[in-house]
């Protein structure tokens, strides 16, 4: 019985990393929070990498901020929470590391081909952590898909939210890297996949305050609707 839940995790582990481009993934029975925490993973000094930040909202150039974190001789680690696995391919940007948290105690990892010089017997400290195993393992493979279709769906409700604000008479400036006329576009574009992500910010013509939507799997003329009630 445990060959066979040994076999289940590192089958599905291995259809990730085909997907995704990673040398090796690993389902892991640990809290997310751990994993970043120095001295538990050789990730210690590392640079952690977001796909979305600041406000307003601009597209993180992924690749770019590895080549730095390389420059200084440190790994790369993307933080996969609001993409899920797809959203970004952030190893074959060149992150060395990816970690997406899936519940309290349920955490993937998956590390790049290229990684091994800058994270060092990463393998063997993984494969030293709690494994996923028996159901967990079937929970794993819904919340990933369950996170594929968050981003999915809610990147279109936001490309949508988007375009209504752009074109509100009251609405001075609009930022969401789905725009084309997007200050971060082109890094989106290259950066992000199946959507750009869900938060859109905005100010009124009058106002130098941004204000943010969170977008979500909602139908989006609804989530529209709502921000006609509030800009009156």
């Excluded at 060092?120 to 393992?137: I, M, R, T, V």
């Excluded at 279709?149 to 009251?170: E, F, G, I, K, N």
């Excluded at 789905?178 to 910010?201: H, I, W």
Aim: hydrophobic share 45%; net charge negative; glycine share 8%.
């Amino acid at each position: 019985m445990a060959e066979d839940v040994q076999r289940a995790n590192e089958g599905l582990c291995a259809r990730y990393a085909r997907e995704i481009g990673a040398a090796r993934i690993w389902l892991l029975s640990v809290p997310v929070e751990s994993l970043m925490q120095e001295g538990v993973l050789p990730f210690k000094g590392a640079l952690p990498l977001l796909s979305l930040e600041g406000c307003p909202v601009t597209c993180v150039d992924v690749r770019a901020q590895a080549r730095e974190a390389h420059g200084q001789d440190r790994p790369a680690v993307f933080d996969a929470s609001l993409t899920g696995l797809y959203g970004c391919q952030a190893l074959r940007l060149e992150a060395d590391a990816l970690v997406l948290g899936l519940g309290e105690a349920l955490a993937l990892v998956a590390v790049s081909r290229a990684a091994q010089k800058v994270l060092p017997g990463a393998s063997a400290c993984l494969d030293g952590l709690p494994q996923a195993q028996g159901k967990q393992l079937q929970q794993a493979e819904q919340l990933v898909a369950a996170r594929e279709r968050t981003w999915c769906l809610s990147s279109d409700a936001a490309q949508v939210v988007a375009a209504y604000l752009r074109c509100h008479p009251h609405v001075g400036e609009v930022r969401y890297p789905g725009l084309k006329q997007d200050p971060s576009f082109e890094v989106a574009a290259r950066t992000l996949q199946r959507g750009f992500g869900p938060l859109v910010d905005w100010r009124m013509a009058d106002d130098p305050t941004w204000h943010r939507v969170a977008c979500d799997e909602s139908d989006p003329r609804q989530q529209v609707l709502k921000l006609e009630q509030r800009l009156g």
